[in-house]
């Protein structure tokens, strides 16, 4: 043991009333949807709670929303038919969060870790800021992790069956099910175990077989579905090779900081090479097939995204500390790692209670570069979209999934994002004013939202907002005075647009 009991007692309890307090003010916080991701959650949600299908019902003409797997949605759904409440839509995720810690605690018992090390990963977890930013928000990763743990879990347990039934529903949950699905199938072949191989392999092809059939055969009749997305997303079928290496080289970068990134909140390129040297190290010093395997394939998979890999380092952080504390753990001196792990407990707390003032001033918990918006300036910002459009008007904005929900106006976004000009283009993305004008005629938007904020996309469309309404294409209607300036609702003065 590298610390005394008294001490790993003291720790633990101070960490545990500290957690308390940071995942309750996450959780009780009003916002949602300003993520754009966890509004498209919702929109979903609420088509599949309301009879609609899974679709993108915010669109003027809702199409099949094949962009994301359907079990968080479908969850979502039938955890809003109580309340649409943020604390009780909240408490989802926040439920999955937990159950996720505890199977995750049970697999690191099963793989050899002690009850002290096993907790102590845990709560390092728990007080990521990473973690909390997805944990406490509409985010598919806390059930994918629960998902995913568990399947590991019962796999060493020698239940393949089971296991394979939860590979299925993380596939369900988070296109990283693959990786997942992958390394277990390798592993059990790999052992010689081949009717297990085929036990975990039957209930997972049969989860998942059904909603990828459905999702390839909407995508090809529907325009602009996922499967176009997904296409355009990956580094294999899209972009130039130049740009294929820049994506790789800056998402490998970008991997090896993320685990630094979600326990402090920072991103550092000397975390990057840190963090790849210990690992290397660790896994040099002391293996284990199965969940190695998984986060080396699951790793694989976020590098060939052209976004970055950092939001999706959640569901494997406690693998990842795990394999460098397994490793700390045969170390003869104590003393240096007693101290780097007291570091490591207080540094992610210390990030957590500085963003506590933000959470209460955006309504979220949020990462670093995430919406700077109050959110109540945003509901006095929706209440003037309702009053200032038409029942049946339909609204571009940066946030469409969220102003669709708070509203009930059809939205579109007004651009198609290009995932390299977003994160890896040395150039800001911005949209051209003729591409927002026309985007707004096909979709028949009559009005254009605008908010304040850098993050939530707002920016590129607000120069060619500007530029318009320069040319007496787009003017502006008057809203509630006591918004903050960057609020803006405009609306199309001359036709054709």
Known sequence: MLLSRG???????????????????AWFAPGLGL????????????????????????????????????????????????????????????????AWLAVTYRLLRTMGASSAGGALVLGLTAAAPGVIAVGANLFAEPLFGLLAAACLLLLLEGRPGLAGACAGLAMLTRMEGIPLLAACMITLVARRRFRDAIWFTAPAIVLMAP?????????????????????????????????????????????????????????????????????????????????DLFVLFYSLMLLIWVRPPEPQIAPILPLLLWMMWRAAAMMRRKEPVAALVAVLAVFPLWRDFSRIPETRRTGEFTLEGAPRERWTDMEKFFAAVRAGTDANAVVAASLDPLLYFETARKTIRGFEPNGFELYYSPRPFLVAPDQLRLAMMRGGAGYLALTPGEADGSAPLRTAAEALERGGVLERVPIDAGLPRGYALLRVAAPPL
């Not at 001490?7 to 003010?25: E, F, N």
């Not at 088509?47 to 929303?65: D, E, F, K, R, S």
């Not at 038919?81 to 999955?96: E, M, Q, R, T």
């Not at 294929?244 to 800056?250: E, G, T």
Request: proline letters at 6%.
């Open 211 to 291: 909603w990828l059939g459905w999702a390839l055969a909407h995508g090809a009749r529907d325009a602009g579905s996922g499967i176009d997305t997904w296409t355009a997303s990956n580094i294999v079928t899209a972009l130039e090779p130049g740009d294929k290496l820049i994506v790789l080289v800056r998402n490998i970068e970008l991997l090896f900081q993320s685990p630094f990134a979600a326990l402090s909140g920072m991103e550092t390129p000397v975390a990057a090479f840190l963090t790849a040297m210990a690992l290397f190290a660790c896994l040099m010093a002391r293996r284990h097939l199965l969940p």
């Open 7 to 25: 001490a790993l007692v003291l720790l633990a309890s101070l960490l545990g009333a500290a957690l308390a307090v940071v995942w309750g003010i």
């Open 35 to 98: 993520q754009y991701e966890d509004g498209a959650f919702l929109v979903a949600a609420r088509a599949l709670a309301t009879g609609q299908g899974l679709v993108a019902a915010n669109l003027p003409a809702p199409i099949a929303q094949t962009k994301f797997p359907p079990l968080f949605p479908a969850l979502l759904g039938l955890w809003s038919l109580v309340s649409v409440g943020a604390f009780w839509l909240k408490a989802l995720p926040v439920i999955c969060s937990a």
